[in-house]
């Protein structure tokens, strides 16, 4: 299986750029996928392969990466923005999760 | 619109089956391209990839939980199942199912999920 390996949280202040790391065991070319989740809620895409800007997510997202190094950048970071945020590989069966970056304001 | 919502249980026995629903609208699983998987997540926990079914009537499983999962589907009915055997208090979990786009998948619409606890 592709693991997928993220920092477990970040602290950030309000207005700062933030980036979130994920980290692939193995490339996974540019089939990485991002993902928001807010306290009780169900997860949001973000980000498809890589770089790909969903409908209706901010500006202040954006992705990069391939093989196996990926970034999820927010700039600038707002107090809407506190969340978990997971990382997912669609290279290989399994589909796999990374365990998820907690976004902190400092 | 797509929107998605999973129905289930709430609370069942170990060694019980888990049966869910995925009811959904804005997309048929009949045509080409479309998907359902299905995702859980324990409480606190990260996410986990169980299975997904395609329109052509094809399934994935995860490997992880060996041959307890059966995913199904009704495209008459907008609906999609997941059946998990044998559970244990370690299948407790709220378990969400998603519209997945095909290729490489990913998930972009999910339902609100259904939380589910084994326990005796």
């Known amino acids: 299986d592709t693991v997928l390996t993220q920092s477990p949280a970040l602290a950030v202040s309000l207005g700062q750029r933030v980036t979130i790391s994920c980290r692939a065991s193995k490339s996974v070319s540019t089939y990485m996928h991002w993902y928001q989740q807010k306290s009780g809620q169900q997860p949001k895409l973000l980000i498809y392969?890589?770089?790909n800007l969903e409908s209706g997510v901010p500006s202040r997202f954006s992705g990069s990466g391939s093989g196996t190094d990926f970034t999820l950048t927010i700039d600038p970071v707002e107090a809407d923005d506190i969340a978990n945020y997971y990382c997912?590989?669609?290279?290989?069966?399994?589909?796999?999760f990374g365990s998820g970056t907690k976004l902190e304001i400092k | 619109q797509v929107t998605l919502k999973e129905s289930g249980p709430g609370i069942l026995q170990p060694s019980h089956t888990l049966s869910l629903t995925c009811s959904f609208s804005g997309f048929s699983l009949s045509t080409y391209g479309m998907g359902v998987s299905w995702i859980r997540q324990p409480s606190g926990k990260g996410l986990e990839w169980l299975a997904s079914i395609w329109w052509n009537g094809n399934t994935y499983n995860n490997p992880s939980l060996k041959s307890r999962l059966t995913v199904s589907k009704d495209t008459s009915n907008n609906q999609a199942f997941l059946k998990v055997t044998s559970v244990d208090t370690a299948d407790t979990a709220t378990y969400y199912c998603?519209?997945?786009?095909?290729?490489?998948?990913?998930?972009?619409?999910w339902g609100q999920g259904v939380m589910v606890t084994v326990s005796s």
């Open positions: 997912q590989q669609s290279n290989e069966l399994p589909l796999t």
């Open positions: 392969s890589a770089s």
């Open positions: 998603a519209h997945t786009r095909p290729g490489y998948p990913y998930f972009d619409y």
